[in-house]
Each structure stands twice: as C-alpha cells, then as structure tokens.
C-alpha cells in the first residue's frame, strides 16, 4: 500500500470515498452490497486498512477515511474520473463503458500520465457523468435528486451517482434514452408505485419523448432545476 498500488485496498477506498459523496450510511453492510464482497471478507479489509490508519470508526459506528485514506482515496478517484473522460472523450468509447474500462487503469496511472491527462482534456471538473474530479472543487450545490422534483417542472440532468455507474446494463438503458449529464427533462408525473414519467427534451421539443424511471434509479440521477 506504501507504494500506492493495491488494487484490492484501494478499490475498497474507492467505495467508501463514493459512499461518503453520496452521503450514504457508510457502513460493512453498504460496502459489501456495493463491491459484491462477503461480509466477512469486508470485515477483514476494513480492520486491515483500519490498522493501516486509513480508516476509522466514527462516533455513529460508521467508517470514516482518516486524513491518509481520504488522501489515497482522492487520488484514485481522480485517476478513475480522469481516465472516464480520456476513454469517452479521445477514443470515443460508449460512456455507458467508461466505468468499467477506467477502473481497470486507474491502478496504473502514474502522476505524470494523470498530469498529461488534465492538460490534454484541457483541466476537466468531472467525469462523463457528471461527478466532481477531485482537487478542481466542482460545487454540487444546487443539485436535487430527479425523485425530488415537482411535477410538471423542468430541470437539466447534472451527475449519475457511483451506484448506477457499476452498473453497465442501467448506463447503457440510460445512454440509449438519453437521460445523461447536460439533458433537459421535465418530471410529467409520478405514480402510486413511485414509478416517475419523464420527459426529454432536444433542442426541438417537438421531438421530445418520454420514459417511465423507477424511484430508486431516479434517487440516484441528480438534476439542475429550473426555476
């Protein structure tokens, strides 16, 4: 870990650095859920990193990165952002692969690729899908969850959090509706089920179409609303 690459550790920050920006109950059972881990092996890890001194326990009981952690976890996942940006941006892969892809570099990146990377993307402030790179200080403020919403308002699309981006076959659903970072949408209606009907809008709103979003997914697409 001395030499800042442990892909296993790391990853393990990685989602509790995640967790945290969501502002989700950061604890094993969450981490567990996110990375697909046994508890017990979740436990392990985290007493590992733990003695470590990248982690400790909260006053709640929740996980918390110490200085050092948050440290390590920022840079790795401003590999990660980066690399997104670079694999949608330059080589033109399909944004709903770019978290899959960039998770298998952002191990390797070393500070001078990451450097060359800022330069040549031209200093980006969040990734493809619109979660902030750390160290630009991109503002979240303003941003509500599309389940927030009123009906019949509008709003822009802003950030898919983390939890839908592990997710490959809901990004692709996602980039094959449209629903991405920088769309107008309007919330048309929300059923008894919590089901919400969307409207996306083009520069043409003649053109507009519409699709059903499940609560749950629509808690995690934050949104710009207009006022």
Wanted: charged share 25%.
């Amino acid at each position: 870990m001395a030499n800042g690459y442990h892909p296993p550790l790391e990853e393990y920050l990685e989602t509790i650095y995640s967790l945290t920006e969501e502002g989700v109950p950061t604890i094993q059972a969450r981490i567990a859920e996110r990375l697909g881990h046994t508890p017990q092996t979740v436990s392990e890890t985290v007493h590992k990193l733990i003695n470590e001194g990248y982690l400790k326990i909260g006053p709640q009981k929740e996980i918390v990165l110490t200085d050092s952690g948050r440290n390590l976890s920022e840079s790795i996942v401003r590999r990660h952002r980066l690399a997104e940006r670079f694999i949608v941006d330059v080589l033109g892969l399909p944004w709903s692969q770019a978290h899959i892809e960039a998770g298998k570099w952002e191990h390797v990146i070393s500070p001078e690729v990451e450097n060359r990377f800022r330069e040549l993307l031209d200093y980006p402030e969040t990734c493809p899908h619109g979660n902030p790179i750390p160290g630009t200080n991109f503002d979240t403020k303003g941003q509500r969850a599309l389940s927030c919403l009123d009906r019949n308002s509008y709003a822009s699309v802003a950030r898919i959090t983390e939890q839908i981006e592990i997710d490959h076959d809901i990004l692709a659903y996602l980039e094959q509706t449209g629903i991405m970072p920088g769309r107008r949408i309007q919330l048309i209606d929300k059923t008894k089920d919590g089901t919400l009907l969307i409207k996306l809008h083009g520069s043409d709103d003649k053109e507009a179409e519409t699709v059903m979003l499940e609560n749950n997914l629509a808690e995690q697409i934050f949104c710009y609303p207009e006022h």
